[in-house]
């Protein structure tokens, strides 16, 4: 009455995908470690370090495209979301301390909630370097950043973000809310 084939199969290919997961999870942890030390880097203002750290973060991204082919639910697993988003957050981090600005990011296959949610914890990068910039007294920088927010929220708000994107965005608001703050100090001493 029951084919066993069928279930030797099912066991085969839930076996073959957890242990594709635990793989994933590993990798996919690295991938984020980077991202975030890319951050730390850029913080300091070494560029060439945190591009460095993101290169290698697209090589495991590469890698992990390549094996995604074979079983494309693993993309949805929150240990590579996490870590595309996180990659997403430091690439435009780095971009915009680099040149100003906010564009695609080529060469990766990136998904519109990783953008949208590496966009608004892009936001708060960005407060951090608004309070290093003021305390530097380096305020054409403030200002350079707190556009860099606005921007970013001016283009969000036109969207209906829901779920997890919308806590996303209300933190993006209140990073808004204080870099204007920040703003705010440095133009009330000047």
Known sequence: MINQK???QLKKDFEF???????LIGVSN???MRAKQAIFAFHRDDLKGG????AEVEVIFQDLEK???QEPELRYEGAYRAALEEYVEAKFFGRFLEDGKIDFIKGMEIDADSYL??????TGELVRKTVLAATEKKFKKVEEFVAGVR???GELIKMNLTGYLRTKYDQAKQNLRRAEEILYDVK???
């Open 6 to 8: 069928l279930f030797q």
């Open 17 to 23: 995908y957890g242990e594709e997961r635990r793989k």
């Open 30 to 32: 690295e991938a984020l």
């Open 51 to 54: 591009n460095a750290l993101l």
């Open 67 to 69: 094996k995604s082919k």
């Open 117 to 122: 949610g590496g966009l608004c914890d892009f």
């Open 151 to 153: 921007d970013v929220i």
């Open 188 to 190: 009330m001493r000047e």
